[in-house]
Structures are given as C-alpha cells and as structure tokens.
C-alpha cells in the first residue's frame, strides 16, 4: 500500500512529549504502517505562512526530525529518493518514506533554495495552501481567474527539470489547468476528492480529473470528512463513493490513497492506517475487481514513482 500524503511530522514537532514515529496516539506509526501492510508513506512538512516568523526556518526543524526518525528507526523505515530505493527497500522488508513538502511558499520562489530541497531529498511539493504565496493562488472565490505566477511557473519548471512530484492538492482551478499546459510529464492531486459529489473548493472538478488522467497522474483520495460528504465522521462508503466515481470520470489508472491522516479530524470510520485493510475490503465489496482495487492501494502511485523518480 502507498498513501501519498499524512502530517504526521506536524504533530511531533508540535506534541514531541505524545510519542514517536515508532509509537505515538495518532493514525500513523510505524507499528501502524507496519499492521496495515504499507510499502510507502509520504511525510508531508506543512508550514503555515501566517502562523511563522520564520517559515524556512519551521519547515528545516521539521527537515531535520523526519530525518532524525529515519535514523532512528531504520531497521523499519527509510528514507527514498528514487524509485530503484524504493524497490530496493521493499526487497529489504523496510517501509520506504517519502518526503514531501505542503506548501511551496517556504522557499518564497528561491530556486537555489529548490535545489537545496532536492539534494536533501524532497521529492513532492504541494505548490500551494490556503494563502497567495508567491508562486500561485489557492481555491477561493477571490482568487478566481489568478493561477501560477510567472515565478510559479519557473518554479513547477525546475521541479520538473529535478525530477520532483508536482502536486497541485490546494491550488485552485487557474493554476490546475496551468499546470497541464506546462508540465511535459505527470502531476498529481495528493489528497484530493470530486467536486460533483460534495462541492467543496478542495475537491476537483471532472475536467481536472480527466487532465490529471491524461497527463498520467493520479488523485489520492483525502479521507476529511468535509470532502467526503455530510455524515459527522468519515465513513467508508463515502471514501468508496468518491473513489469509483474519480475511477469512472478518469479511468482506472488515476485512482490512489492520500489519506491526509494526522492532518484532518481524527473521527474517521478508519481508526488508523492499521485499519486500511477495511477500505480495501470495502472497493471489493462495492464491486470492483481485486486488480483495480490493488491499482488505487499501490499500483498507480507505484507507475507515478517509477515516471517521475
């Protein structure tokens, strides 16, 4: 299994006396990754601007425990920047971890900066959040018709040019359909859902769904319950719903896992990422074939590792 984004380092920056990546209260450990049969976890730095004087400063502290975990645990888990690591750590029995990085501002359009990243072995940007940041617009009415800057542009460019995951989970819809125009290889939707079925700004239009398809990408489906539907907690059937619907519109192949686990309430159906096996249980049930169903669990985000990485 591959889930492609969780915030699981915020929470131990932020709560260090809860626990650790091989123990904590939360929905990701490597006790938890381990019970739920995972191959890779991506960790996602998320720096929000307004709450930081320093937001380079906040996402290199969080740069160095995820590295510090790594160190500590690599008997279980280690840190990939390739996919010939990743193979090379499941081979091994380790978890393989990705390291991403939720929100392109903290590099406030430095490319040296990127480049920096990179060799420290970020391999995934989310280019936007919540606020304008330099490098493009977030979803909102306000910001209707605004997209990528032209030094937004440069940016995603480089990342291309790296060999770096462009994730577009937060931007809004100018600077999605940008991105299709000007990236020559896949980008993805890390934890997103469909806009027709609960409308809400985060999730993606059928149109994006189908550009991202086309361009070889894939959705991580994004376990909030506000993007799932109207029940109080995060049910399954509604994750199932928003999963074959995406897998209708763009095809079996774009489909994949962004639980956002860590990172959104924690009433989900699901208990933990221990749990997955439910989910799994559940597509099969609803009727899709065991191959399609290993497609969204690890196949596809495996394709989008071996393209890009």
Not at 209 to 224: P, S
Request: with cysteine; net charge negative.
């Amino acid at each position: 299994m591959i889930d492609l984004h969780c915030d699981t380092i915020m929470m131990l920056i932020d709560e260090p006396d809860k626990g650790d990546l091989g123990q904590n209260p939360w929905k990701i450990d490597i006790a938890k990754l381990k019970k739920g049969g995972y191959h890779l976890q991506d960790f996602a730095l998320f720096v929000e601007l307004d709450q930081e004087k320093d937001p380079y400063a906040r996402y290199e502290a969080m740069r160095q425990l995820f590295m510090a975990e790594m160190e500590k645990y690599k008997n279980d888990i280690v840190h990939v920047r390739s996919y010939e690591e990743f193979k090379a750590a499941r081979a091994a029995g380790k978890i393989s971890a990705l390291l991403s990085v939720e929100e392109g501002g903290v590099f406030e359009g430095d490319l040296q900066r990127l480049k920096k990243a990179y060799d420290d072995g970020v391999r995934l940007i989310t280019i936007s959040w919540n606020f304008p940041n330099g490098l493009s617009y977030p979803n909102g009415e306000k910001y209707e018709g605004k997209g990528l800057t032209p030094k937004g542009i440069e940016f995603v460019q480089y990342m291309e040019e790296l060999g770096m995951i462009v994730d577009c989970s937060h931007l809004n819809d100018t600077g999605t359909y940008q991105l299709g125009e000007i990236l020559t290889k896949p980008f993805i939707a890390s934890h997103s859902n469909a806009r027709a079925l609960t409308n809400h700004r985060r999730n993606l239009t059928d149109d994006q769904i189908r550009l991202i398809a086309n361009k070889g990408g894939v959705i991580g489906l994004n376990f909030a319950q506000s993007f799932l539907g109207t029940s109080r907690i995060s049910l399954i059937e509604d994750i199932v719903r928003h999963g074959l619907y995406i897998r209708n519109v763009g095809g079996s192949d774009v489909v994949a896992l962004g639980t956002d686990f860590d990172g959104i309430r924690p009433d989900t159906e699901i208990e933990d990422a221990g749990d997955m096996m439910r989910l799994y249980d559940a597509f099969r049930k609803a009727g899709l074939s065991e191959r399609d169903t290993h497609k969204i669990f690890n196949d596809n985000a495996e394709r989008l590792l071996q393209t890009i990485l």
